[in-house]
């Protein structure tokens, strides 16, 4: 069973800036991958980054860029799934 999940954990406005940051999780049953999204509001347009925080050590180059790249699709599916997160805050 996959398990989808982003919380609001921090909301900052200060003028023209704005700082979101949330917390994206997915559980695809065996494991859970739980990372910061950051997005902020500079001179009108929003950045999004995510921080790959406690990235597991892999054996292979092959296996640290599978490894990566399951995370960002999971990440992806989370972000994608729970898009109605974004839409509701009002800054």
């Given at each position: 069973m996959k398990k989808k999940n982003i919380q609001l954990k921090t909301l900052h406005c200060d003028g023209s800036v704005k700082i979101l940051e949330y917390c994206v999780a997915h559980n695809n049953g065996r494991s859970t991958v739980d990372q910061k999204l950051t997005i902020e509001m500079l001179d009108g347009k929003w950045i999004a980054r995510?921080?790959?925080d406690e990235f597991?050590?892999?054996d292979t180059a092959k296996a640290a860029a599978h490894k990566l790249?399951?995370?960002l699709v999971r990440l992806g599916q989370s972000i994608n799934?729970?898009?109605e997160q974004f839409e509701s805050i009002e800054l």
């Amino acid at each position: 069973m996959k398990k989808k999940n982003i919380q609001l954990k921090t909301l900052h406005c200060d003028g023209s800036v704005k700082i979101l940051e949330y917390c994206v999780a997915h559980n695809n049953g065996r494991s859970t991958v739980d990372q910061k999204l950051t997005i902020e509001m500079l001179d009108g347009k929003w950045i999004a980054r995510i921080a790959m925080d406690e990235f597991p050590a892999q054996d292979t180059a092959k296996a640290a860029a599978h490894k990566l790249g399951d995370w960002l699709v999971r990440l992806g599916q989370s972000i994608n799934d729970e898009n109605e997160q974004f839409e509701s805050i009002e800054l």
